[in-house]
């Protein structure tokens, strides 16, 4: 049975889409079987992987409210073993049209559950909000990953975003854990980047991964290539860093290899 993690901060830049791209990757070349999914209408996991979406016919979109078959939706990425469900603008829209749907909060869950014994972790992009496209996936996910930018406003809006975790876990979703803050954009060269990494530290302890994504320009320029930064650059920083941290995932949940 899959593991089902969200990658989740209503606040936008912090490197969610970039750790979803790269996370997945990193996971597949380390032989899990892996699915992301897309759940971000600006579609930028679905881009990062060179789809143009203007040739994409299914996407997240209709699985959630067309209810179609997600199998029909999946797409193969260049790398082995990582699979991906596609996003389109239109999921803006599914925001309005869930909002008449009985158990609202659980679609994205139903759409996933036939689709866990296929994949040892399904990653799910999540939009810079809490709407219910997000409330959908932490309802259908284990764990979440909450990057946090090495920045001075690190921890500004992380109060709204715990708040929201601990409601679901009440009414939702009971067995919805954190699996880490994820440290991002550091710098070491940079004092502010080392005391955002102990304030973090200081507030959260052991929930904070002991990976740390550093800054780096081809984590941003294997987007634009259509790659993630395995397959763009492997020597560098990014991959390093993503690579590492797919092995403390790993490392923590210890599932077995694939059989397929």
Do not use: W
């Not at 810079?128 to 690190?154: H, K, M, R, W």
């Amino acid at each position: 049975m899959g593991k089902v993690i969200a990658i989740a901060n209503q606040k936008g830049g912090v490197g969610k889409t970039t750790t979803a791209i790269n996370l997945s990757a990193s996971l597949a070349i380390l032989e899990k079987k892996v699915l992301l999914i897309d759940a971000d209408p600006q579609a930028n996991a679905t881009s990062g992987y060179g789809f143009d979406l203007k040739k994409i016919e299914n996407t997240i979109y209709e699985c959630i409210v067309d209810r179609i078959d997600p199998e029909t939706a999946i797409l193969k990425t260049e790398v082995e073993k990582l699979e991906l469900i596609p996003s389109h603008i239109d999921l803006v829209g599914a925001e309005i049209e869930m909002l008449k749907m009985p158990n609202r909060e659980k679609v994205l869950k139903e759409v996933i559950a036939p689709l866990k014994e296929k994949y040892d972790f399904i990653i799910i992009d999540c939009s810079p909000s809490l709407g219910v496209i997000t409330v959908n996936a932490l309802t259908a996910a284990d764990s979440v990953i909450i990057p946090v930018q090495c920045e001075y406003f690190a921890l500004e809006g992380l109060g709204k975003l715990l708040n929201t975790v601990k409601l679901i876990q009440n009414k939702l979703n009971p067995e919805l854990e954190i699996e880490g803050f994820l440290l991002t954009m550091y710098d070491s060269r940079l004092n502010l980047s080392n005391q955002v990494y102990e304030e973090v530290k200081r507030h959260f302890q052991n929930m904070v991964f002991n990976t740390i994504i550093q800054r780096n320009i081809k984590l941003s320029e294997s987007q634009g290539y259509g790659k993630p930064i395995v397959l763009y650059d492997a020597a560098s920083k990014g991959a390093v860093n993503h690579l590492n941290l797919a092995q403390e995932i790993i490392d923590r949940n210890t599932i077995p290899v694939s059989a397929n």
